[in-house]
Nanobody
């Protein structure tokens, strides 16, 4: 069984920064792409950023220039550094990952999410 656990959410003032972490644990052979998504109240979930196993990244337009996704493959962890936060960034942020387990099955795994609130 594979789990993703996020941390780092909280309350921050507009213009502030937060760093989210998402650690994968369990029976893992390898991890392909890892990503961050968010869902604001009353809105659909949207992709924020994705990072491939080799380090290539893709960002939503809303995240470009302010957010940076990175990963530590040795720790099976993905990060999201968020700078210049705006009230409209308020949402539950969830990570997901494409995981290959030792039986060579491919699983898409989701974390429970962490709340980010941007408010003065």
């Amino acid at each position: 069984q594979v789990q993703l656990v996020e941390s780092g959410g909280g309350l921050v003032q507009p213009g502030g920064s937060l760093r989210l972490s998402c650690a994968a644990s369990g029976s893992i052979f390898s991890i392909n792409a890892m990503g961050w998504h968010r869902q604001a109240p009353g809105k659909q979930r949207e992709l924020v950023a994705v990072i491939a196993s080799g380090g290539s990244t893709v960002y939503a337009d809303s995240a470009k220039g302010r957010f940076t996704i990175s990963r530590d493959n040795a720790k099976n962890t993905v990060y999201l550094q968020m700078n210049s936060l705006k009230p409209e960034d308020t949402a539950v942020y969830s990570c997901n990952a494409g995981v290959v387990v030792p039986s060579l099955r491919y699983l898409e795994v989701w974390g429970q999410g962490t709340l980010v609130t941007v408010s003065s």
